[in-house]
């Protein structure tokens, strides 16, 4: 099983968009500042019960900076998988 797709709406720095992976070892290349970090922290936010349950919270500043006012706007961040196994 691995994570073939990811897509976040509104988090952070990311208005709308989708990362696909394929099976196997995949790199995210980017400038500094261009949301590297904030594709695995949202990653993070769906799969690891580890984190610190502060964490979890998403605060104004998650929201993406171009909404302006984030009030009535939604984050979404979802995973898609591929071979998924029988157990």
């Not at 099983?1 to 976040?8: A, N, V």
């Not at 979802?78 to 998988?81: I, L, T, Y």
């Given at each position: 099983?691995?994570?073939?797709?990811?897509?976040?709406v509104n988090y952070r720095n990311f208005a709308k968009t989708s990362f696909l992976f394929n099976k196997g070892v995949n790199?995210?290349?980017?400038?500094?500042?261009s949301g590297k970090s904030n594709a695995f922290r949202a990653i993070r936010l769906l799969l690891d019960d580890n984190m610190l349950r502060s964490a979890f919270k998403l605060e104004e500043q998650d929201?993406?900076?171009k909404l302006g006012d984030w009030r009535g706007h939604w984050i979404v961040i979802?995973?898609?998988?591929s071979d998924i196994g029988p157990d």
């Open positions: 099983m691995y994570i073939s797709k990811l897509s976040l790199t995210i290349i980017g400038e500094n500042g929201f993406n900076r979802s995973a898609e998988f």
